[in-house]
């Protein structure tokens, strides 16, 4: 490594320890970087670095993911699907975290990835290039926040056939009406203000981790003898999907970790409300990710080991196969007392990706960028949160619900969401790498001159999860079992697509300054 990164290195460790987050210096230091950037802060920095970490970790809810995408893994491959299809995936996510982290460092703006784009795009396409990023990005928070629910609404009607001894079995149109219910207490959750909503996020950790160390430890010792061999547990492979090729089949198990390892870019759409966001939101992407990544593994193995018959999890009448596992493990009682805690991280979860979609909403509108812009960008004066982009959000999400009516919901609403917000992870790191590296300015984190190989690394797997997930689960299927992903991905994409051509080229030239950056020295990158 040249000498000079040494140095920017050993300096931030040293700032990083001396900075005192809550000192009035430290977030005017904020918010005259993001005057630099373009905008005069509206936030009150009220998330520590601790707090802005856990909101990254509950925003990924690992007990709550791997419980709702636990069928992904077991048609897929079986023991080999739960084990490995969870392990590959990380260490590409990775990559793509790693990039995000050093781009959120150098440029801490509610904006994101959309800012990022339009910053290392060559000038004459930055516009089009945040345009792009902005709405993929829109349509992966909002499917992801109606997902999220959705699988939270699952939870409940297990709960009701579990508690009823299967007499109670609730329909599609009850689990929309519970979908709509927890989307309309979310709205009100993260409505709150910007304090609240921090010291939220300590319990949403806490409860998020305690429940995944519970799971973990009762599925060990209650299971007793009855598991299977170490052999078994790591090496048995099952193809269920109805793709007669095995390794397509198994390369189907990467919806799950892929689902799950999401949302992390939440620490930069509320890095206006950070103190310390240089520092503090790359942490958050890098930790957050990592510790998902671990806890889930760890998860996925002890559940390997407890399944002693992929095929009867699979013939569940539960809608979520994790329920029929606790039961057949825990019994009645002790799988109920379980679930309801991760029915409680779920809605958690659920609540922390509202916050992080409204704030997605807010900033796209603040750029002019969405129909109706001066309502959606509009700060609430009590509560100084962006009141009317929580409810956009949850009522775009009740819409997006629709699709619980069909027997595919979860996959397409769990690949709508991946490719929109992968698709905005990684069109701003291909910019990176590409013409936007001698544009870039890095901030406390870096890459170095290891910014290049991870890039590529992070690009290139992006671009195959994007093609895996647009295919069916099945290679031949019907309109109710159909992926409707593409449906949701080509409809914002002919939306987008027609509304620059026609119009939005003429007027939207990228993020719009709301101050006047001419006392700063950077203002002319802007």
Not at 307 to 315: A, D, G, K, R, Y
Request: glycine residues 8%; neutral net charge; hydrophobic residues 50%.
């Amino acid at each position: 490594m040249p000498k000079d990164e040494k140095t920017v290195e050993v300096h931030v460790k040293v700032e990083t320890l001396a900075v005192d987050e809550g000192s009035p210096k430290f977030h005017n230091a904020d918010d005259e970087l993001l005057a630099k950037l373009g905008y005069k802060a509206e936030f009150k920095r009220e998330f520590s670095m601790l707090e802005t970490i856990a909101f990254a970790v509950s925003i990924m809810g690992v007990i709550a993911s791997v419980t709702s995408t636990f069928s992904f893994p077991l048609v897929s491959g079986g023991h080999v699907g739960m084990v490995w299809g969870w392990f590959i995936p990380c260490f590409f996510v990775m990559a793509v975290a790693l990039s995000m982290a050093e781009l959120v460092s150098s440029m801490p703006t509610s904006a994101g990835l959309y800012y990022f784009s339009a910053k290392l795009a060559p000038p004459k396409y930055a516009a089009l290039a945040s345009w792009i990023t902005g709405w993929a990005n829109i349509t992966g928070q909002v499917t992801l926040v109606c997902s999220i629910d959705f699988t939270c609404a699952q939870m409940i009607t297990s709960a009701i056939t579990v508690g009823s001894n299967g007499a109670i079995v609730p329909s599609s149109g009850a689990t929309y009406g519970i979908l709509l219910a927890i989307l309309f207490c979310h709205g009100l959750v993260c409505s709150a203000a910007t304090n609240v909503l921090a010291r939220l996020n300590i319990f949403y950790v806490m409860v998020n981790g305690g429940t995944t160390v519970a799971a973990i430890v009762a599925l060990l010792v209650c299971s007793g003898d009855n598991k299977v061999s170490t052999k078994d547990a790591f090496t048995a492979f099952e193809n269920n999907t109805g793709w007669a090729n095995d390794g397509w089949a198994f390369l189907l198990a990467f919806t799950a970790p892929m689902w799950t390892l999401t949302g992390y870019d939440s620490a930069a759409h509320i890095s206006e409300e950070v103190a310390g966001a240089q520092r503090s939101a790359p942490i958050a992407i890098i930790l957050g990710v990592a510790s998902t990544e671990i806890l889930g593994w760890l998860l996925l193995i002890t559940a390997s080991f407890a399944t002693t018959s992929v095929s009867s999890l699979l013939t569940t009448n539960l809608p979520l196969p994790m329920g029929q596992l606790f039961l057949d493990v825990l019994g009645k009682r002790g799988m109920l007392a379980v679930w309801s805690l991760i029915i409680v991280v779920q809605f958690v979860t659920g609540a922390a990706q509202g916050v992080d979609a409204s704030r997605v909403i807010f900033a796209f509108a603040r750029d002019n960028a969405l129909p109706g812009s001066r309502w959606w960008k509009k700060i609430n004066q009590h509560t100084q949160t962006p009141v009317n982009a929580v409810w956009f959000v949850m009522v775009s999400a009740a819409i997006c619900g629709l699709l619980g009516f069909s027997t595919a919901a979860l996959s397409s609403l769990a690949g709508a969401s991946v490719i929109g917000l992968y698709v905005s992870y990684a069109t701003p790191i291909f910019l990176r790498i590409t013409s936007g590296r001698n544009a870039f300015s890095p901030g406390p984190f870096t890459l170095g001159r290891w910014y290049m190989p991870v890039g590529i690394i992070a690009v290139s797997w992006v671009t195959f999860i994007v093609v895996l997930l647009l295919f069916p689960a099945a290679q031949t299927t019907r309109a109710q079992g159909m992926n409707y992903t593409v449906v949701i991905i080509m409809g914002v994409f002919i939306f987008a697509s027609m509304s620059w051509v026609v119009s939005a080229r003429t007027w939207f030239h990228g993020p719009i300054k709301n101050i006047d950056t001419g006392a700063c020295d950077d203002s002319k990158q802007f």
